[in-house]
């Protein structure tokens, strides 16, 4: 199997693509040396048409040759993201924020992100040149490894978690988050929340020592179409605020019936579209933030079974149960569902598979055990990536021929 990549001239996915009517220049000063973007010197109708053939491509590799046409869907490729995640560092006896430098762990300063909503770095900025005149805010930062915002899709309100470097100083200072946000607020009034919590790379014992802080509210009411969801502070959701409503669309309209599953449901992004239109739902998730949600929306909708445990558990629980879904939908990690998790699948032969995968390496890999029970019949890549090499696929799956559910 390839390994996939996108080295604009050089291959997508062992394609050469080369064409010097597709060079541009890059919007954002950073490109080259910050990590996060990858194609910024590349026309956007060419990010799409290469990350096109790298999928077709990598889905040939598993004999997933039979769909005539990748379907495409994409937005403003600028602006997009509703989330971001920036590194704190001294530079010069100055705090800066910023991302990792490309292929390595160094730090780059940063001064503007044009993939981000605007309020992101806006609230960014705001931070670092009040702490130039708090010191309460600078001594924050500087005990501060990452900081996280995150913000509904009009920029209305706003989100941030802090990730603490120091033990000691969490516990010495920590009380001081509300003082630190009410600040913020200040030349920020699109702040409506905050944690802190310890560094995740801290070892076990540094991160018992401390159990965070909170300020206002814990989470975002965000609204995708005439759906809204309960995302709880440090939840996972998807990123662009541009392409989630045509997202959940083609994973849930048309789609109806006796039972569905929703496995790795996250806040339940497809769960309440799903639910109106089965007589009953599993939605299946184990991150305790997500799970909370979930178990919210469960109470407001009889249909709804809330199932606190990993997918795979989940599905090791399912092999002898008699009762078949006639929906599955699965939107893991990049990990993928694995093998084993793909295998059971395989023997479970339900009507429909939607599979929504944010990495063709590990969706082909999957896709090459379904393919025992089941075929392709959709593609569509959604780029809810602009700029950069990442791609979010959606494809359905129905029973191979002379196979039933």
Same mark, same amino acid.
């Given at each position: 199997?390839?390994?996939?990549? !996108?080295?604009?001239?050089?291959?997508?996915?062992?394609?050469?693509? %080369?064409?010097?009517?597709?060079?541009?220049?890059?919007?954002?000063?950073?490109?080259?040396?910050?990590?996060?973007?990858?194609?910024?010197?590349?026309?956007?109708?060419?990010?799409?048409?290469?990350?096109?053939?790298? /999928?077709?491509?990598?889905?040939?590799?598993?004999?997933?040759? +039979?769909?005539?046409?990748?379907?495409?869907?994409?937005?403003?490729?600028?602006?997009?993201?509703?989330?971001?995640?920036?590194?704190?560092?001294?530079?010069?006896?100055?705090?800066? /924020?910023?991302?990792?430098?490309?292929?390595?762990?160094?730090?780059?300063?940063?001064?503007?992100?044009?993939? +981000?909503?605007?309020?992101?770095?806006?609230?960014?900025?705001?931070?670092?040149?009040?702490?130039?005149?708090?010191?309460?805010?600078?001594?924050?930062?500087?005990?501060?490894? %990452?900081?996280?915002?995150?913000?509904?899709?009009?920029?209305?309100?706003?989100?941030?978690?802090?990730?603490?470097?120091?033990?000691?100083?969490?516990?010495?200072?920590?009380?001081?988050?509300?003082?630190?946000?009410? #600040?913020?607020?200040? =030349?920020?009034?699109?702040?409506?929340?905050?944690?802190?919590?310890?560094?995740?790379?801290?070892?076990?014992?540094?991160?018992?020592?401390?159990?965070?802080?909170?300020?206002?509210?814990?989470?975002?009411?965000?609204?995708?179409?005439? #759906?809204?969801?309960?995302?709880?502070?440090?939840?996972?959701?998807?990123?662009?605020? !541009?392409?989630?409503?045509?997202?959940?669309?083609?994973?849930?309209?048309?789609?109806?019936?006796?039972?569905?599953?929703?496995?790795?449901?996250?806040?339940?992004?497809?769960?309440?579209?799903?639910?109106?239109? !089965?007589?009953?739902?599993?939605?299946?998730?184990?991150?305790?933030?997500?799970?909370?949600?979930?178990?919210?929306?469960?109470?407001?909708?009889?249909?709804?079974?809330?199932? $606190?445990?990993?997918?795979?558990?989940?599905?090791?629980?399912?092999? /002898?149960?008699? %009762?078949?879904?006639?929906?599955?939908?699965?939107?893991?990690?990049?990990?993928?569902?694995?093998?084993?998790?793909?295998?059971?699948?395989?023997?479970?032969?339900?009507? %429909?598979?939607?599979?929504?995968?944010?990495?063709?390496?590990?969706?082909?890999?999957?896709?090459?055990?379904?393919?025992?029970?089941?075929?392709?019949?959709? =593609?569509? /890549?959604?780029?809810?990536?602009?700029?950069?090499? $990442?791609?979010?696929?959606?494809?359905?799956?129905?029973?191979?021929?002379?196979?039933?559910?």
């Amino acid at each position: 199997m390839r390994k996939w990549g !996108f080295v604009w001239s050089v291959a997508v996915a062992g394609v050469r693509l %080369e064409s010097s009517l597709d060079q541009i220049v890059a919007r954002c000063q950073h490109f080259g040396t910050c990590g996060g973007c990858q194609l910024q010197d590349v026309a956007y109708s060419a990010q799409l048409e290469g990350k096109r053939v790298a /999928l077709a491509g990598l889905l040939a590799d598993v004999g997933v040759s +039979a769909v005539a046409e990748i379907a495409v869907e994409s937005a403003d490729p600028w602006g997009y993201r509703n989330r971001i995640r920036l590194r704190v560092e001294s530079v010069g006896g100055k705090l800066r /924020l910023g991302y990792s430098r490309a292929s390595s762990n160094e730090f780059v300063a940063i001064t503007e992100c044009p993939i +981000a909503a605007p309020l992101l770095w806006q609230a960014a900025s705001a931070m670092l040149r009040l702490a130039g005149a708090v010191p309460l805010l600078a001594r924050w930062l500087a005990m501060t490894s %990452e900081v996280e915002l995150f913000a509904l899709p009009n920029e209305s309100k706003l989100q941030l978690q802090f990730f603490l470097r120091d033990a000691a100083a969490a516990k010495r200072d920590g009380h001081h988050l509300a003082a630190v946000c009410e #600040r913020i607020q200040s =030349v920020v009034p699109q702040l409506v929340g905050a944690g802190a919590e310890l560094d995740p790379d801290l070892n076990r014992s540094a991160r018992r020592s401390w159990d965070g802080a909170a300020w206002g509210a814990a989470g975002l009411q965000y609204r995708v179409g005439d #759906r809204a969801y309960w995302v709880p502070r440090g939840a996972f959701f998807q990123i662009n605020r !541009f392409l989630v409503e045509r997202l959940v669309e083609r994973v849930t309209v048309g789609r109806a019936g006796a039972l569905a599953w929703d496995l790795f449901a996250g806040v339940g992004l497809f769960t309440q579209a799903l639910a109106e239109t !089965f007589a009953q739902l599993v939605a299946v998730e184990v991150a305790d933030p997500a799970v909370a949600s979930l178990t919210v929306l469960a109470r407001k909708m009889p249909r709804l079974d809330a199932v $606190h445990a990993t997918t795979l558990d989940f599905l090791r629980a399912q092999k /002898l149960q008699r %009762e078949r879904p006639d929906l599955i939908v699965l939107d893991p990690p990049r990990a993928g569902i694995g093998v084993e998790a793909a295998e059971i699948l395989a023997g479970l032969r339900v009507t %429909e598979i939607v599979y929504v995968s944010c990495d063709p390496t590990t969706l082909a890999r999957d896709l090459a055990v379904l393919a025992r029970s089941y075929r392709v019949v959709q =593609v569509t /890549l959604f780029d809810l990536f602009p700029q950069t090499s $990442h791609i979010e696929t959606v494809v359905q799956l129905r029973p191979n021929s002379g196979q039933t559910a």
